[in-house]
């Protein structure tokens, strides 16, 4: 609260002589289109198409790069970011659901490297004036923030109910209690929200404390907005990261108890494995240790 209270102090010195009831740091203010009776953000739709150029832009070279054999065997720059990104998300998912996923690990990844992207578009100087920023940072406006949740607890439903069937993944929230229900739900709904909402928070936040460095006199502003900088990119790499921890585990949560029925089952299924083949043989088999 006190910090909220400073800012809102300190806006009204921001304004312009000219237009001295309009603060120059403008809250959540967008390039707006209608169209269909609807306002579109143009500024952020840019900055999300920038954002994903980059990221098919990524993952072309590192294909490229992976395919290319290199006379010393070493690899590239590109290929060690890539490997390191792949190999812990796949480890988390792998640690979670007890294998890798062929959907669960592509979207995180997916998603790690296009927030990450979005994230750090803030740090490139493209604001021409006060009014006017070519590539503002599209997390820092809750219609991107909303549509990447949605588009991760829409699959993290459709994944539990794939894995589990319609009743069986419906029938969890009814656990441990009845009772629960009405907040086993309502838990569910709110999943989005939050997910949505923290990632919205720190990038806007990162944007908002760049434009009031931006008010310092420029021979003093080089200091401070080099160390901001250099901050928000480690806390873009923090929120893109924690996105995609949590839409691993998500799906762990949408999936419990389900990995475990396939162990069981591959279990078993190895054990008849071995007293078929043992019968062929003519030998007895002694049971298995429990």
Excluded at 141 to 164: C, E, F, H
Excluded at 185 to 196: C, G, H, R
Excluded at 265 to 278: G, L, N, Q
């Amino acid at each position: 609260m006190t910090g909220l209270l400073s800012l809102t102090a300190l806006l009204p010195f921001a304004a312009d002589s000219s237009e001295e009831d309009e603060p120059a740091i403008q809250i959540g203010h967008h390039v707006t289109r209608e169209f269909l009776g609807m306002t579109f953000n143009i500024d952020t739709i840019i900055s999300t198409i920038v954002a994903g150029l980059l990221v098919l832009i990524l993952g072309l070279w590192a294909a490229r790069s992976l395919a290319k054999d290199t006379g010393d065997h070493v690899p590239t720059k590109i290929q060690i970011l890539w490997e390191t990104v792949v190999g812990e998300v796949n480890k988390q998912v792998e640690d979670n659901l007890g294998k890798v996923h062929p959907y669960v690990a592509p979207l995180a990844i997916s998603l790690f490297f296009f927030i990450l992207f979005a994230n750090w578009l803030e740090l490139v100087p493209t604001e021409l004036n006060e009014g006017t920023h070519l590539l503002p940072a599209p997390t820092a406006d809750t219609n991107l923030t909303y549509a990447l949740a949605l588009i991760t607890m829409v699959s993290v439903w459709t994944y539990g109910i794939r894995q589990k069937g319609f009743r069986g993944y419906f029938k969890h929230f009814a656990e441990p209690f009845p009772v629960l229900l009405p907040l086993n739900v309502l838990e569910e709904l709110i999943k989005p929200i939050t997910l949505a909402l923290r990632l919205f928070g720190n990038i806007f936040a990162g944007g908002i404390m760049l434009a009031l460095i931006g008010m310092i006199p420029l021979y003093a502003m080089w200091a401070p907005n080099i160390l901001w900088k250099a901050f928000d990119m480690i806390i873009g790499v923090i929120q893109a990261f924690i996105f995609a921890l949590l839409t691993v585990l998500y799906f762990a949560m949408a999936g419990a108890g389900h990995a475990e029925h396939e162990i069981h089952e591959e279990y078993e299924e190895e054990e008849r494995r071995k007293k078929d083949e043992a019968a062929q043989a003519g030998e007895s088999v002694p049971a298995p240790a429990h």
